[in-house]
Nanobody
Framework: VQLVESGGGSVQTGGSLRLTCTASSTHVYSSSCIGWFRQSPGKEREGIAAINTGVGDYVTRYGDSVRGRFSISGDAANNKVYLQMNSLRSEDTATYYC?????????????????????WGQGTQVTVSS
């Protein structure tokens, strides 16, 4: 297993959570595109954010549904990528996954597409209720 998600849980509408994606090694973390996806029952897996972890790079991408509310960041010293989620809504309820692709995956036309990622974590559940 190369990626492990943590930090999910239950929160009220308007609350915040921070998810963590931990890569098993510097080799996995560095010079990659690490993306966050989510999936709720009956829906397709949705790409919501991605970050290019190359040194001096850290290009970030966001989907329209989370832009302005979620923030992705990288921690090279610990091989971690964080997803800070603020102003959570009921429609954010889903299982959240992180995935790793090549650094080219973070291009504007591909970062949000599932086939461009090779390895996935097991997922962490986020439930937002009023």
């Amino acid at each position: 297993v190369q990626l492990v998600e943590s930090g999910g849980g239950s929160v009220q509408t308007g609350g915040s959570l921070r998810l963590t994606c931990t890569a098993s090694s510097t080799h996995v973390y560095s010079s990659s595109c690490i993306g966050w996806f989510r999936q709720s029952p009956g829906k397709e897996r949705e790409g919501i954010a991605a970050i290019n972890t190359g040194v001096g790079d850290y290009v970030t991408r966001y989907g329209d549904s989370v832009r302005g509310r979620f923030s992705i960041s990288g921690d090279a010293a610990n091989n971690k990528v964080y997803l800070q989620m603020n102003s959570l809504r009921s429609e954010d309820t889903a299982t959240y996954y992180c995935a790793v692709g090549s650094k080219w995956t973070c291009a504007a036309g591909s970062w949000w597409q599932v086939p461009f990622y090779g390895d996935w974590g097991q997922g962490t559940q986020v439930t937002v209720s009023s």
